[in-house]
């Protein structure tokens, strides 16, 4: 049984968020006698340009001191997502988590300009043998991955297990989490202009009357859908199995790391905070919740959500939860201690 440890609040005041997030990276560090590397990134989620509900970067100020204090240098760290958006590209990234107050310290986008520099994290599970991670990760041992607790349309919500699967993946490992299979080309959009196969390393795309992908050369590392001028370049959402390959994209994340997880549970809304857009909450803000097992924290969060509001709240996420302590990346049964 794994420890989750529990600080209640459900006031919207974002300074004292912070204060707690510190409160209870001090007690997984004094419990399990944590000791920190000179550099340990923090992976945290920016919020996508006119997304108003993601977690401020002032929740991050205390956390980022006490490291300073304790010798460590630290860094915020995230990868290029797949859709087009203005987090796609490196530049765009940065430029985007600057405006939203992520300023404190240097930023980190591990998987290279357009998404496409990874390494591959071999786990041979069910769905997945290898992970495409970002290759910025690869230089670090430990991390802190600071979640969001809120809902997903495909995996049921998002907190640590997502963090670390969508948020180490490079693109192509995004993409292959999503669908596992190539991205498909618009031919109305497409204006034949014949960057993307400049861009193709693999000599998977031709021009013909439009651009064709073809799919047994194609490594699906999406980077072609970054450098589409039209965006006539997608990659398609419907895959199978989308909650156990996000499971084992967590694993091949998590394998080899040392990582102390913290979520704040508040802004609970709908969807995530790639939503470029102003959400309501759907649930009263309950506190903020850490451990070292992202299974036991994830499931914490999911049971408190649903008990707090009387319903069953991203319940298709459990299914993740599940496949997750089947392949051995977690416990689902935990021991919520809550600390003043």
């Not at 794994?2 to 990276?25: C, H, M, P, R, W």
């Not at 940065?94 to 240097?106: C, D, S, V, Y």
């Not at 392949?327 to 201690?337: A, F, S």
Request: a positive charge; hydrophobic letters at 35%; charged letters at 25%.
């Amino acid at each position: 049984m794994s420890k989750v440890y529990f600080i209640k609040n459900t006031q919207s005041n974002y300074d004292e968020l912070g204060k707690d997030a510190l409160k209870l990276l001090k007690k997984v560090v004094s419990e399990t006698g944590h000791q920190f590397e000179k550099e340990v990134p923090i992976k945290v989620h920016f919020g996508e340009k006119g997304n108003k509900t993601f977690i401020p970067a002032k929740c991050y100020d205390e956390v980022i001191n006490y490291l300073r204090e304790n010798g460590v240098s630290p860094y915020y760290i995230e990868t290029n997502v797949l859709y087009r958006g203005s987090r796609t590209t490196t530049e765009l990234h940065i430029e985007t988590a600057k405006a939203h107050g992520f300023t404190q310290i240097p930023i980190i986008i591990a998987d290279g300009d357009i998404g496409t520099d990874y390494d591959e994290i071999e786990i041979n599970k069910e769905y997945i043998k290898k992970c495409k991670i970002g290759r910025g990760y690869g230089r670090f041992k430990q991390f802190i991955v600071m979640s969001h607790f809120k809902g997903h349309i495909a995996a049921g919500f998002g907190g640590a297990i997502k963090q670390l699967a969508m948020g180490f993946a490079a693109r192509g490992g995004k993409l292959e989490q999503h669908s596992g299979i190539s991205p498909v080309v618009d031919a109305n959009k497409c204006i034949s202009c014949g960057i993307c196969v400049k861009k193709c390393n693999y000599g998977a795309i031709q021009i013909k009357d439009s651009a064709v992908i073809d799919g047994n050369k194609c490594i699906g590392c999406a980077g072609c859908i970054a450098v589409c001028p039209k965006g006539a370049i997608t990659n398609t959402w419907g895959g199978s199995h989308f909650l156990e390959k996000l499971s084992e994209y967590a694993y091949g994340a998590s394998k080899d790391k040392d990582i102390i997880y913290i979520t704040f549970v508040h802004n609970i809304t709908e969807e995530c905070d790639c939503l470029g857009t102003h959400m309501k909450p759907i649930a009263d803000n309950i506190g903020v919740l850490a451990g070292k097992d992202p299974v036991a924290l994830d499931t914490a969060c999911l049971d408190l959500v649903q008990k707090s509001s009387g319903k069953k709240l991203f319940e298709k996420g459990r299914q993740a939860l599940i496949h997750a302590e089947k392949i051995g990346l977690g416990k689902m049964e935990y021991e919520l201690i809550q600390i003043n």
